[in-house]
């Protein structure tokens, strides 16, 4: 017998077997992960955005830059077209020397809260506890006196006049004279109470002391209004901080989805001159929402031309529809100025209302031909006019000249051979006329106009071409260009752009994009493990739309350094920023919508880059990627291998309403029912309930056959532990082999343990798709 042959066959068996055979060669390269975090991108690069500061009612604006050269400080006039620094470094470093007798770094000046006033007409900062001031048009600097610290305290809330101050103590409402030398407070409510409110903390029970409230003011300053919400017959959740000098307790109110007892909103106006409050007539659909999460502005909105009316957005509990709702602030008489109803649910995040000079017209967004667009209305309500045209999607709104009735206006998908997902910015006329492109360059767009309307900056950039700023007039016409991220020590480190992809999604046809991370040392001749890092929208995708060194790009980055392909892919129902079908694609299938399409692209990305390795496949995501990570792993179990799920929401039935009711649907049903009046007469009256259903992860424990690390924080009161618990008990009954980190006194963020968390995740996809264990128990975590 050939045993020679029979050992062979044996090897190349065990091998095959053996998705480790290749990758045993393969060593984790933690020395480029650290190189390349966040923290060190960050310090190589500088300044990645500039930021401009336009100086209140003119054409002039400054700003701070940060590159190899240092920090500078930079002074335009635009309608000059002069750009200078605003002051000489060398110069200012000498005299900052010879006020304090000691030597300044003129490349790196700390020149704390630098602004300028706009009162005094000067720039001020201070060095130590000592206020200079700095005249720009004479180039002067002035030492002033020690800084007496006018600190605001964190519960008052100012009336833009500086007149009032308002307040809460023990859940009811207070005003004060800021010109009173007694400090008299004037109490303006007396039903306040723990859960029903007028304090931000409505569940406040540890002190008599002022606390912040909920009042905004309007811009006259002559009334205040609250949004008070009564959440008294809500249902408590809890969580624990174990690290305390004793272990200690946190109560809060939680809106699960298809709960009974609902939280209430009302919104009650305070005139100043009175004291006197009205209570709006708000009042038609049984739970409704008055503005509220995700709405833009809050869906509450204000006039700086009058103080007798404002503006609700209400949306019922389906959230299909919304009225546009126009309130009287003295009697608190409201009327319905018009209606909108969209199916599965109006999107909200997108929302829009545009309040013109007081009310006399309304811009108003709607997605009623399924893309984003923006219509003028009368202030009788009336549609006068659709003011943008075109199959592409209008996202916010950046500017609005009431004199020249014109918008400035984000929006995506109307350029050809771009990505869909990158923001532009237009131009369009209030009557629809002379709609223009104005950001002209093939990136991801930001914006900043100045109050005349004359100018703006843009920030424009792609994960692969990094950000360059140009200051152009209101037309779109170029003055010059301002900034551009310096990569030099970047490059000198190694550093290798991100690759923007394009994939399609599991229908064959639907466009995916995404972005891919390699390794700096990254050889084509290799393979290597593929990771995917997903969230599933609905209201963002996971990859970066401009060039980023920091947040979850970051990530991505460092990861890929220790020996991956890292990618994260957008997937149908992922965005708001694309047509109606495509942000509502998951509604209905909360849990299984997003993983097919991931699947699909990772294997049409392996099936053209033979690099890829197909067979060894993590996943990772943070909350609803943590949820989508650990949904993929145990729904398609022979594909992914590693996942690492941080903060999941993996049960949705007991995730907040404004997610889980939002994007996976909610059922009302109307009633009518026999209850007993006071005087115990049976009468009979209509009651709506209303019902969730949602798939979890924990109903797939069974499949697991890869591995699998849970994360999250013990305080989370956002995506409640219990997510993971669930997860956990259902793993544990099913004998499954898992892992489980729980950080203590963590919220939804991980806070002071990113850094140990980041190391971890390295380590768990070495350990498992590279088969490398680094020798030892300890990190290498940044001071």
Not at 92 to 106: K, P, T
Not at 158 to 164: A, E, F, L, Q, R
Not at 377 to 392: A, D, M, Q
Not at 601 to 617: F, K, M, N, S
Request: hydrophobic share 35%; aromatic share 14%; charged share 25%.
């Amino acid at each position: 017998m050939n045993y020679r042959y029979i050992l062979v066959v044996l090897i190349t068996a065990a091998m095959a077997f053996n998705p480790f055979s290749e990758a045993e060669a393969q060593t984790a390269n933690f020395e480029l992960a650290e190189r390349f975090t966040a923290n060190n991108m960050q310090k190589m690069t500088g300044s990645t955005f500039l930021n401009a500061r336009w100086i209140e009612d003119e054409d002039r604006f400054w700003y701070q830059w940060e590159d190899n050269d240092g920090k500078r400080w930079i002074y335009v006039d635009a309608a000059s077209q002069r750009i200078r620094p605003l002051f000489d470094r060398d110069e200012m470093a000498a005299q900052l020397s010879e006020e304090f007798s000691r030597g300044f770094d003129a490349k790196n000046l700390d020149l704390k809260d630098f602004d300028w006033d706009t009162d005094r007409g000067f720039f001020t900062f201070h060095v130590d506890s000592i206020e200079f001031k700095f005249h720009i048009d004479r180039d002067e600097l002035v030492k002033g006196d020690s800084l007496k610290y006018e600190e605001r305290e964190p519960w008052a809330t100012y009336s833009p006049d500086s007149s009032y101050i308002a307040f809460a103590r023990e859940h009811d409402l207070y005003v004060m004279r800021t010109d009173d030398p007694d400090s008299t407070e004037i109490r303006l409510t007396d039903d306040g109470e723990r859960w029903y409110s007028f304090q931000s903390d409505h569940g406040d029970t540890t002190t008599t002391e002022k606390l912040r409230s909920r009042a905004t003011w309007f811009e006259d300053s002559s009334k205040l209004y609250v949004k008070r919400q009564d959440w008294r017959d809500v249902d408590e959740l809890w969580v624990i901080n174990n690290v305390a000098e004793r272990p200690e307790l946190e109560t809060y109110k939680y809106n699960i989805p298809g709960d009974d007892n609902h939280y209430q909103d009302e919104i009650l106006v305070f005139d100043m001159e009175t004291k006197d409050h009205v209570r709006l007539d708000t009042d038609k659909w049984p739970d409704q929402s008055l503005g509220g999460v995700y709405f833009s502005g809050g869906g509450i909105y204000l006039s700086d031309d009058t103080s007798d009316y404002m503006w609700i957005l209400r949306r019922n509990r389906t959230w299909d529809k919304v009225d546009v709702v126009k309130a009287n602030t003295t009697t608190g008489e409201t009327e319905v100025l018009w209606s909108e109803e969209s199916k599965p649910y109006f999107n909200v995040m997108n929302s829009y209302l545009g309040v013109i000079n007081g009310g006399e017209e309304y811009i108003w967004w709607s997605e009623r031909t399924g893309w984003g667009q923006l219509y003028r209305y009368s202030s009788e309500g009336e549609l006068v006019n659709r003011i943008t045209e075109g199959h592409f999607m209008v996202g916010s709104v950046a500017a609005i000249d009431t004199t020249a009735q014109t918008i400035y206006f984000e929006g995506f998908g109307n350029e050809e051979d771009r990505n869909p997902f990158h923001s532009h910015y237009y131009k369009v006329e209030f009557d629809g006329s002379g709609q223009e492109l104005v950001t002209p360059e093939n990136g991801n767009h930001s914006f900043s106009m100045s109050d005349t309307r004359n100018y703006f900056v843009h920030n424009f950039s792609r994960p692969d071409q990094p950000t360059r700023s140009v200051l152009r007039d209101n037309r779109g016409r170029e003055i010059f260009a301002l900034e551009e991220v310096d990569l030099t020590k970047m490059k000198e480190a190694g550093y290798n752009l991100p690759e923007e992809i394009t994939v399609k999604a599991a229908d064959g046809y639907t466009d995916i994009y995404g972005v891919m991370w390699k390794p700096a040392d990254f050889d084509p001749d290799k393979t290597y493990p593929i990771i995917s890092y997903v969230y599933p929208g609905p209201q963002v995708e996971p990859y970066p739309r401009g060039f980023s060194v920091g947040g979850t790009a970051a990530r991505a980055h460092s990861l890929s350094q220790v020996g991956f392909v890292v990618v994260a892919l957008g997937n149908r129902g992922g965005s708001p920023l694309r047509e109606k079908w495509y942000h509502n694609y998951g509604y209905g299938n909360l849990r299984d919508y997003a993983v097919a399409d991931n699947r699909y692209g990772i294997e049409q990305l392996a099936a053209t880059r033979d690099y890829i390795d197909i067979d060894r496949v993590g996943i990772y995501g943070h909350s609803g990627g943590g949820f989508m990570s650990t949904a993929a792993l145990l729904s398609h179990p022979d594909f992914y291998k590693v996942a690492v799920s941080s903060a999941g929401n993996h049960e949705n039935d007991i995730y907040n309403i404004w997610w889980s009711e939002f994007h996976h649907g909610v059922e009302a049903q109307t009633d009518s029912v026999t209850v007993e009046t006071e005087d115990g007469e049976e009468v009979k009256e209509e009651r709506t309930t209303f019902s969730s259903s949602i798939p979890g992860n924990a109903e797939l424990a069974d499949n697991l056959q890869g591995r699998l690390l849970l994360v999250h924080g013990e305080m989370d009161n956002n995506v409640h532990p219990a997510h993971t618990y669930r997860v956990a008990d259902a793993l544990i009954r099913a004998g499954k082999r898992f892992d489980m980190m729980i950080f203590p006194e963590m919220r939804h963020g991980f806070g002071r343990y990113n850094a140990y968390f980041e190391r971890l995740l390295w380590d768990y996809f070495a350990d498992h798709l590279l088969n490398y264990r680094a020798e030892g128990v300890d990190y290498n975590l940044p001071d």
